[in-house]
């Protein structure tokens, strides 16, 4: 039976995590990228099936906001629900870290992503022009939010008052 369970990205995740990442975007995120964001305390998880690293997710987290800055699944992986699994988690994340929005950005040739978010209420609010770098160009990327439940933080923390 295979397992899959969810841990905080960490160093020994990094290459894994940029493995993906590669296979993901034409102009992925660097080391340096991923370093920074574990050393600015970015809620990151990865996804791991048999204790191999299949995914992740780095939310930025404030008490109005939280900015999905990044979240990817291995190729193999893909369409078996995984990435709406993960996604779920850093809503719930954002959601009891008391932030009252989440903010993302997609591009906007990615339909299958943008069919998760919509999927996940994410309603489209703009568009960031020449967002995304390409190899010929610019691609503009919509940014989508998302209201998240009000009051979940105090639920958690305040029940037994």
């Known amino acids: 039976m295979i397992k ?5 990205l960490g160093e020994q995740d990094i290459e894994t995590v940029l493995d993906i990442e590669r296979e993901s975007n034409p102009f992925p995120w660097t080391l340096t990228n991923f ?3 574990i050393e600015k305390g970015y809620y990151s998880l990865v996804l791991k099936e048999d204790e191999e690293v299949i995914g992740f997710a780095i939310l930025s ?10 979240i990817g699944l291995t190729s193999a992986k893909r369409g078996q629900g995984l990435g709406k699994e993960l ?6 994340a954002a959601e009891v870290m008391g932030s009252k929005e989440m903010f ?5 040739s990615n339909s299958v992503a943008i069919d998760l ?18 190899e010929n160009g610019r691609e503009d990327a919509i940014l989508m939010s998302k209201p998240l439940k009000k009051g ?10």
């Open 61 to 70: 987290v404030s008490t109005e906001e939280s900015h999905l800055l990044n």
């Open 35 to 37: 370093k920074d964001c």
């Open 4 to 8: 899959t369970e969810y841990d905080y």
């Open 87 to 92: 996604l779920e988690k850093m809503i719930i």
């Open 117 to 134: 978010y919509k999927a996940l209420d994410f309603k489209e609010i703009g568009l960031r022009k020449n967002y995304y770098r390409l």
């Open 152 to 161: 979940l933080l105090s639920e958690f923390f305040f029940s037994s008052i």
């Open 104 to 108: 993302l950005e997609v591009r906007i």
